[in-house]
Every structure is written in C-alpha cells, then in structure tokens.
C-alpha cells in the first residue's frame, strides 16, 4: 500500500486552471511568436517529491544565472522568479526556424502550508537545476474522523417564501 503523506503543496495545481492556459494557447495559435501574454509567458518546469522526510522541488532554469533567480517565502507562497537573458531580440541577423524557447522575465508560485518557515528552506543552484529542500514537511498524514451528528431519514427541505408569508 502505497504511504500516505501529508502534502503542504494542497491545490498546487489548479488542473482546470492549467487546462484553460492549453486551450487559449491552442485557440490563439496564429497570434504572433513575439506576443507575450499569460499565455505565452515562460513558467519553468518544476518536480515535487518527496525524499525520506523532507519535500524537494527542482525547478528547471537552464541558461538563468544564480544571480538572476529570487527566491522568497512569504505567508505559505513560495516565489521564485527571476529573468532568462539572451533572447532573440538581443541577436543581430539571426532568423529562427523553430523558436519554442522563452526568454525575459518569469515567476513561479507554489502554495506551501502556512507552517512552512524560512528557517525550514533551504536551496541550490547548479546546471541550471534549482533545488528547493522543505526540511521534516512531508510527514505521514493523521486523518481524525468527524463524527456527524443527528439521524433522519427525512430529507432536509429548503423552500422559499413568498410575499404573502
């Protein structure tokens, strides 16, 4: 059976939310390559597991700098940003065939548990594979049961009043 852990990354990934980016990139796929929008704009990809009892999350900034990434912790979001230079409008006679990679800026937020501390964080830099360590935050979960109070085979009945009363 497979272990049961208790995540601080509940909604990270808003499938609905995800599957309407796709859809309005699919129906606005003539609009120029240079068009920057939500749509179009570059979020890195990112990994999230777990490792014995910490939560590591590697996010992938191949040709970002360390000194071009921003790492912050603020009220359980975790922000990484920062800006990926060398793009084509910095190349001189330069005509692309396939263009797929994004430059300029970018922002990632991942939403943590409120419980989550600086002081837990810890992260590295190198190959262009950023690693994020969430120390002791993937812990088995304790699931209480609630017992729900009051029988009735009855069903609950909402009506409306008219003006009459």
Known sequence: MADARQTPFQGLVDMFAEMSRMREHITHADAPVDARSHVTEWVPLVDILAEGVDIVIRCELAGVTRDEIFLSLTHGQLVISGTRRGGPEEEADVSYYVRER??????????????????????????????IRLVGCARASEHEQIEISGVSAEPVRVGVANADG
């Open 102 to 131: 994004r430059y300029g800026p970018f922002r990632r937020t991942l939403g943590l548990s409120e419980e989550i501390h600086a002081d837990r964080v810890s992260a590295s830099f190198a190959d262009g594979l950023l690693e």
